[in-house]
């Protein structure tokens, strides 16, 4: 596949979600949070790497609260020249524009420091059932999971999981997808 028929894919993905009503959305994001709240790597998890949602992606601030009810420390990733970071978040965190605008930690707060107990919550726009993951194009975690020694567990609804994806040879595999309906 061509780098302008991965473009257009991308495209017609984040169309359809972008066209799923808000009432919809509501009940995806809900499901797909209490979904990810029962998995035994969130109830075991030492520290939970997150996202904010962008473009229609899965909203799982829900499972914010139930980290910190549980004293497990949120990250969330700060986009920066050198590439990306996860930095502490909680409720009264002040968010600042990353290098893309999209809110994130100062660069001053504390870094994640994962273990093979972290998850991560990875953000995108499909997978596929065969490990592929479709992103934004950027690359960060693409880079960031071959040195990540946790759980990475890609988010996303049911309806974006494909039986394949384009992909190319520096794009990372997925090991785990979660949907509204469980993991997969």
């Known amino acids: 596949m061509s780098a302008n028929e991965k473009k257009a894919l991308r495209r017609t993905l984040l169309d359809a979600r972008m066209a799923i009503s808000k009432e919809e959305k509501h009940m995806l994001d809900a499901a797909l949070c209490e979904a990810i709240a029962a998995h035994e790597r969130f109830l075991t998890a ?12 899965p909203d799982l601030e829900t499972l914010f609260a139930l980290a910190e009810a549980r004293n497990i420390p949120i990250f969330l990733p700060r986009c920066e020249a050198d590439g990306m970071r ?30 093979a107990s972290t998850l991560c919550l990875v953000p995108g726009l499909a997978a596929g059932r065969d490990g592929t993951r ?44 979660i949907t509204e309906k469980g993991e997969l």
């Open 46 to 57: 030492d520290a939970l790497l997150s996202y904010l949602p962008i473009r229609g992606e």
């Open 86 to 115: 996860f930095l502490r978040y909680t409720a009264k965190s002040a968010l600042t524009p990353d290098r893309y605008g999209i809110a994130a930690p100062p660069s001053t707060a504390d870094e994640a420091v994962p273990t």
């Open 134 to 177: 479709l992103g934004y194009g950027g690359g960060f975690y693409d880079r960031f999971l071959p040195r990540f020694e946790g759980y990475s567990l890609f988010a996303v609804y049911e309806r974006f999981v494909l039986d394949t994806l384009p992909h190319e040879p520096h794009d990372y595999p997925l090991t785990h997808v």
